[in-house]
C-alpha cells in the first residue's frame, strides 16, 4: 500500500543532543512538508520541498533542519537549539503544491 | 500574512443532527482549500479538497463549500454519528506564499 511512513513514534530528546525524525514516502509524491503540533492547536510549517535538492524554511525554521537527497525521504534534526522541541510532529507529501496532502502518523518528541 | 481561524473551537452534538463548521481565511490569492480530520494523536486524515475555481465538493455525508470572495468556507456534516467525533482542521494553499496554513480546528463531539 501506498503512504508515508513517520519513525520513531515516540522520542525522547536529551539537554544539547540532536534528533532525527525520519520520514519515507513511496506515493511518487514531489513536493514533501514538516509541520510541528502543539496541544490545542493548528499545524505550523517547519520546512518544506517542492523537489529533490531543495527546500524552502517555513514559518518556525529555527532550530530546525532538513535535507531532501531522495525523493522518498525527508528527515528532520531538531537541533539542540530549539529551546521547546516538544510536541507532535506531521509529516506530509503532495503531487505538486496544488495538490491535496497527505500526512503519516506523526511522531512525539519529549525531553528526558 | 494569510490568517485562517475556525469557529467554533469545540462543539457538542446529540447523534444524528446536521451541522456546519466554519472556516474562514483573510487572503483570497489560493489555490484550494483541503478539509482534514485528526483522531486524538493521530495524523490528519484528509475529507475534502475544494479548488479555488469550485465553489462545493461533496462526499458521503460530507458536504464543503468555498466562497473565495468573502474568505470563507463550510463544513456541512448530514446526520452525525459518535463516530464522526474528532477535531477537524481546514488548511488553505496559497498561491503568493506556495505553502498551506492551517486553522486550529474544531473539536467535536456526537453524543449517543
Known amino acids: 500500500d501506498g503512504g508515508i511512513t513517520q519513525s520513531p513514534k515516540y522520542l525522547f530528546r536529551k539537554e544539547g543532543q540532536n534528533v532525527t525524525l525520519s520520514c519515507e514516502q513511496n506515493?511518487?509524491?514531489?513536493?514533501m512538508y514538516w509541520y510541528r503540533q502543539d496541544p490545542g492547536q493548528g499545524l505550523r510549517l517547519i520546512y518544506y520541498?517542492?523537489?529533490?535538492?531543495?527546500?524552502q524554511k517555513g514559518d518556525i525554521a529555527e532550530g530546525y533542519s532538513v535535507s531532501r537527497e531522495k525523493k522518498e525521504s525527508f528527515p528532520l534534526t531538531v537541533t539542540s537549539a530549539q529551546k521547546n522541541p516538544t510536541a507532535f510532529y506531521l509529516c506530509a507529501s503532495s503531487k505538486g503544491r496544488d495538490q491535496p496532502q497527505h500526512f503519516g502518523d506523526g511522531t512525539r518528541l519529549s525531553i528526558l | 500574512k494569510q490568517e485562517v481561524t475556525q469557529i467554533p473551537a469545540a462543539l457538542s452534538v446529540p447523534e444524528g443532527e446536521n451541522l456546519v463548521l466554519n472556516c474562514s481565511f483573510t487572503d483570497s490569492a489560493i489555490y484550494n482549500l483541503q478539509w482534514f480530520r485528526q483522531d486524538p494523536g493521530k495524523g490528519l486524515t484528509s475529507l475534502l479538497l475544494i479548488q479555488s475555481s469550485q465553489r462545493e465538493q461533496t462526499s458521503g455525508r460530507l458536504n464543503a463549500s468555498l466562497d473565495k470572495s468573502s474568505g470563507r468556507s463550510t463544513l456541512y456534516i448530514a446526520a452525525s454519528q459518535p463516530g464522526d467525533s474528532a477535531t477537524y482542521l481546514c488548511?488553505?494553499?496559497?498561491?503568493?506564499?506556495?505553502?498551506?496554513?492551517f486553522g486550529d480546528g474544531t473539536t467535536l463531539t456526537v453524543k449517543p
Open positions: 506515493l511518487n509524491h514531489d513536493a
Open positions: 520541498s517542492q523537489i529533490v535538492n531543495d527546500f
Open positions: 488548511a488553505v494553499a496559497d498561491t503568493n506564499a506556495g505553502k498551506s496554513t
